[in-house]
């Protein structure tokens, strides 16, 4: 279960074809709360120091993925951090808004889908951590 505010699973149906493999499915509005505005996807995480993300999105929601392989994902409210292991297919995490997140421990093989609420646009991003916390009032 997670815990720290703006951020949530999201099971997606499993349907199973037996020695044919699954099928997970996502359908707009329905299995995530937002309109689909831009599909992306992260692969080629080879490297064991990899670190992605380490940013929070002002307005952005999107829901992260794991369709190949495992990785780490850490969320952080600027109060409470929680960390979660993605490793099937059918199970996400959705990341609202002032959420700072980050992504380590790939296998070789892990591919990442992420399904967002806008287009792409850099002043949505918060890359400072001190910025995300003045962001969200808990700046010491
Ligand atoms: P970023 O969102 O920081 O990646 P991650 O969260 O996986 O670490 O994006 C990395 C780079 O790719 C950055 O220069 C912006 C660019 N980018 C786009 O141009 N369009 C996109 O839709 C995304 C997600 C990233």
């Given at each position: ?14 349907i ?42 002002k307005?952005?929601?999107q ?8 990785f780490?994902l ?5 109060e409470?951090?929680q ?34 609420s ?23």
């Amino acid at each position: 279960m997670l815990t720290v505010k703006n951020c949530d699973l999201v099971q997606l149906p499993q349907i199973e074809d037996g020695i044919d493999g699954c099928i997970s499915v996502v359908e707009n509005l329905k299995h995530i709360k937002f309109e689909i505005k831009r599909v992306y996807y992260i692969y080629n995480l080879g490297n064991a120091n990899a670190i992605r993300g380490k940013h929070s999105h002002k307005e952005l929601e999107q829901v992260i993925f794991c369709v190949n392989g495992s990785f780490l994902l850490s969320v952080d409210d600027g109060e409470n951090k929680q960390s979660i292991v993605l490793d099937k297919p059918s199970l996400g995490v959705y990341l609202g808004t002032n959420l700072w997140h980050t992504m380590t421990d790939f296998s070789k093989d892990c591919v990442l889908l992420v399904l967002a609420s806008e287009f792409f646009a850099e002043s949505d991003y918060v890359r400072d951590y001190e910025q995300f916390l003045e962001y969200v009032g808990k700046k010491k």
